[in-house]
């Protein structure tokens, strides 16, 4: 599985972050998580509003934090 979280370092975006990983550890399962800060490359995914995860390409969240609970259930 492939997570990436996309955010140009912003508070929200860190938070994302931590969720995520959190998530994973808690699920026990194996994912490989890239965070994604050059705006170009955010841009070129699609995404129009920050912080973002996309899980195995596909964006699930856009334009704020998901909680923990809600990304390890995108995740289960």
């Known amino acids: ?6 955010g140009v370092g912003c508070a929200n975006c860190e938070i994302l972050e931590k969720n995520t990983k959190e998530a994973v550890k808690e ?26 995860l996309a899980i195995d390409g596909e964006i699930k969240v856009m334009g704020r934090i998901a909680s923990k609970e809600e990304i390890k259930n995108l995740l289960s």
């Open 27 to 52: 699920l026990g399962i194996e994912a490989e998580i890239e965070k994604i800060d050059d705006i170009d490359a955010i841009l070129e995914s699609g995404i129009t509003a920050l912080p973002a």
């Open 1 to 6: 599985m492939k997570l990436r979280i996309y």
